[in-house]
């Protein structure tokens, strides 16, 4: 193998849309933020959200607000559910840091939810023991309810949904990871008050940098629309009213979102075709599990498809794992410059979990172990955490997201990775084990 397999990189489409977009934006002029690239992509969206089984939509329709990334979309939604200094924000604890950093610019404090073993997404048994914690702590309800579609798996809409209606709490959808996964056939991001989409570099469809807000209140809509193009009133002059983001998409980055909602579906079939022959090659691995839907109900995009490894497992070079100090990123972090000061940390993967992802890294597979809890850390500590003890794997007692963090990795996904790169990186697992 002479390239490197990468986790999901970006795909034009092959009509090379994406420029074609682009262009009329430069031969146009309109190279700022808004446009016609950013009105005909949420007018993509729109249709694409709304879209069910069977050629029919959703009614009423949802209204979209394109933005510069993921994280401004959660940072207004949250802003649109009336959190503010002081307020508490329920959120998933197993998930990237954008689902629960927003919640801090506001001046608020996350209150983390652990996972349910079968999704991996947020227990709503302990979502519900949190709420009325909090009202017993507090005196006050929690302003919103964060459910993250982990790796565009699914969480449980139905009773999250009905917890969240039963206390009068918005729900704010973060589908970052879960563009075009669906529940009961609908899209995630529709459910809730507000759903949020990224259009990173390596999502299912991208936009360079991007994200997206959903929502099905066009008076709201209107709002999170002036909130993030610096809260300007109507006046022939700067008028301020409200302090406001610039959070708008740049025409340029929306044409080449145009481009990429032709594919879209294309990709999602890739990634689950991906899942599919990693289960068949990894069925006769005994230690290794591929995460699948948990029910027929729950439709993953399988954005990036994770494997458990079993403790017992020994892997070649295990007695070297974490020896080393990382000195720079690993996983494509970009901009890190902070070198480590010990290879450890209270919370990590399981030495066979870092010996395997070291075997990939040195045959050209990029791997990386899955998002460590929100509640352990650093930055978090103190916070709130309702969390569910479990022996998984055998291994001593844990909340059900920091076992799973110990013994899960990501493995390469993206529309690159072809059927044959697939069968090296399990030829190159089942190789590592001794």
């Not at 048994?125 to 929690?142: D, N, Q, V, W």
């Not at 069925?283 to 079993?310: C, K, M, Q």
Request: aromatic residues 10%.
């Amino acid at each position: 193998m002479n390239k490197r397999i990468y986790l999901c990189l970006a795909h034009m489409s092959e009509a090379n849309l994406e420029q074609k977009y682009i262009k009329e934006a430069f031969d146009t002029n309109w190279v700022v933020p808004l446009g016609p690239n950013v009105n005909g992509f949420e007018a993509d969206l729109k249709k694409f959200v709304d879209s069910l089984p069977e050629g029919k939509s959703l009614e009423p329709g949802h209204e979209v607000v394109a933005l510069s990334a993921g994280t401004a979309a959660v940072h207004l939604a949250l802003l649109a559910c009336g959190v503010g200094p002081g307020d508490e924000v329920l959120v998933q604890s197993f998930t990237f840091c954008a689902s629960s950093h927003p919640i801090t610019y506001l001046g608020a404090k996350p209150v983390f939810v652990d996972s349910e073993v079968d999704s991996w997404n947020m227990d709503p048994e302990l979502l519900e023991k949190a709420i009325l914690s909090r009202i017993e702590a507090t005196g006050r309800k929690p302003k919103a309810i964060v459910p993250v579609a982990l790796y565009g798996m699914p969480y449980d809409v139905e009773k999250i949904m009905a917890i969240a209606e039963k206390y009068e709490i918005p729900v704010v959808e973060d589908a970052a990871e879960g563009f075009g996964s669906r529940y009961d056939g609908r899209v995630l991001g529709t459910f809730g008050k507000y759903g949020v989409l990224s259009f990173n570099g390596n999502k299912m469809i991208t936009t360079s940098g991007g994200g997206a807000l959903i929502t099905a209140n066009a008076d709201e809509w209107r709002e999170i629309m002036m909130y993030a193009t610096q809260y300007r009133e109507s006046y022939p002059y700067y008028q301020h009213e409200k302090i406001g983001y610039n959070y708008r998409m740049s025409n340029i980055c929306a044409g080449i979102g145009r481009g990429q909602m032709t594919v879209a579906d294309e990709h999602i079939a890739h990634h689950k075709h991906v899942k599919e022959l990693y289960k068949e090659l990894f069925a006769s691995v005994p230690g290794i599990e591929v995460h699948d839907n948990p029910s027929p109900r729950y439709d993953s995009n399988f954005w990036l498809n994770t494997i458990t490894i079993d403790p017992s497992l020994r892997i070649k070079g295990q007695e070297n794992a974490y020896k080393t100090v990382v000195k720079g990123a690993v996983g494509g972090a970009a901009g890190v410059v902070h070198a480590s000061e010990s290879a450890h940390t209270d919370c990590e993967p399981n030495a066979n979990v870092e010996a395997l992802r070291v075997v990939l890294d040195e045959a050209g597979i990029e791997a990386r172990p899955l998002w460590k809890p929100m509640h352990k850390q650093p930055v978090y500590k103190g916070c709130a955490a309702y969390l569910r003890p479990c022996k998984l794997f055998g291994t001593e007692e844990a909340s059900v997201s920091e076992a799973l963090f110990k013994v899960g990795m990501c493995l390469p996904s993206g529309p690159y990775v072809t059927d044959e790169d697939v069968k090296y990186i399990v030829e190159t697992i089942k190789g590592a084990i001794q």
